[in-house]
């Protein structure tokens, strides 16, 4: 094996923890240094790791030991670090979506190739056993030519359970660009790339209010449509209808189910790396469970960034920034289009990205 790939963090939140677990425990990655706004939560979040070194953002991208930026900012501030890391050389790899609006992602891909340096972004979810055997099923025919399928994430909102979740109801937020990358990036995984979309949308309150943490009670301005639905049209002919929503109590709809001609899958929540994956066939009545065939076995977020690191240099990561572009412009379009009326052309696209062999952890 050769040398590990040495990672410096920008971002050290909520999601910070799973990430260094995951690099934790692949020999592939090291951890080198972090850097956050607030250097006192940064020490706090890579005590359990010794020694990794705690920086200003400066002298993280500075420093030559640095192979790999994980950009784990909020998404305001994904281009504006992506672009200095780019700057200072270093390949990207940026946690959804991969910035703010579509102008500024197509931004970051042009300084990279420019560069001469990679990007890439999550959700790496897919890369799990969940999305990857019904990836499986689906390329072996065991539904027959797909035709059609749905994605529904309904939930009353982050900001019951958040304490600080302003974000998500600003630019770059909403339910469609925080979790729709999860559904989308799923559905290209399993469908391929989206060739035009036609969208509604609606914002049921002006504000919302905090229900935990010490801002409890206060409320926050919400400046984004909080109910999108719509329907993608992939390239393939197959329609897959989309509804992600803040605005909803509950639901018991699938997170994702594809229709065939001869059989429908259920897809497990791409929010998770498993889940079991089900099947009917056209007469047969019931669902059964297939086996888990294909996916990064007891995947964690990070195995998408080892994933990328992995892939030979001109061959395209499974987690390349061309596939979080695309699905990017299709969420971007997708409001366009709810606030036009009209359809609207998605003029970006995307390799179908390679499928994942069943692949056990590392011991």
Not at 103 to 111: I, P, S, T
Not at 121 to 131: F, I, N, R, S
Request: charged share 15%.
């Amino acid at each position: 094996m050769g040398q590990p790939v040495n990672v410096g963090v920008v971002g050290c939140g909520a999601i910070s923890a799973q990430y260094f677990q995951t690099i934790d425990r692949l020999p592939e990655l090291r951890l080198v240094a972090v850097a956050d706004l607030d250097l006192d939560r940064a020490r706090e979040a890579v005590r359990p790791y010794a020694g990794v070194d705690v920086l200003s953002v400066a002298e993280l991208l500075a420093d030559s030991r640095i192979d790999i930026v994980l950009n784990l900012t909020i998404p305001a501030a994904h281009a504006e670090i992506a672009l200095q890391a780019i700057a200072a050389g270093k390949d990207v790899y940026c946690e959804k979506p991969l910035a703010a609006t579509a102008e500024q992602a197509a931004g970051m891909l042009r300084a990279a190739d420019a560069a001469q340096v990679r990007v890439g972004c999550a959700p790496d979810t897919v890369l799990g056993t969940g999305t990857q055997t019904a990836r499986k099923a689906i390329d072996d025919g065991l539904i027959g030519r797909p035709i059609a399928a749905t994605a529904t994430m309904m939930t009353p909102g982050h900001e019951r359970w958040h304490p600080n979740p302003d974000f998500y109801y600003v630019s770059g937020g909403g339910p469609l660009l925080d979790m729709g990358p999860y559904y989308v990036t799923s559905l290209v995984t399993l469908l391929g790339p989206v060739a035009s979309v036609v969208g509604a949308a609606s914002r049921t309150r002006a504000k919302r209010t905090i229900g935990s943490g010490p801002r409890q009670g206060e409320e926050i301005p919400v400046t984004v449509d909080t109910h999108v639905t719509g329907v993608l049209v992939h390239t393939s002919g197959v329609l897959s209808t989309l509804v992600m929503s803040f605005d909803g109590a509950a639901t018991k709809a699938p997170n994702i189910e594809v229709h065939g001609e001869t059989g429908s899958l259920v897809v497990p929540d791409p929010n998770y790396f498993d889940g079991s994956v089900l099947v009917s066939g056209v007469g047969e009545g019931d669902w059964r469970t297939l086996p888990v065939g294909a996916g990064y076995v007891e995947g964690g977020r990070g195995v998408g960034l080892a994933d990328f690191a992995a892939t030979p240099a001109g061959e395209e990561p499974r987690t390349s920034g061309s596939l979080a572009f695309h699905v990017l412009d299709v969420m971007e379009s997708l409001l366009a289009s709810a606030h036009s009326g009209a359809a609207v052309t998605i003029t970006s696209t995307c390799e179908r990205p390679s499928p994942v062999n069943l692949t056990q952890p590392i011991d």
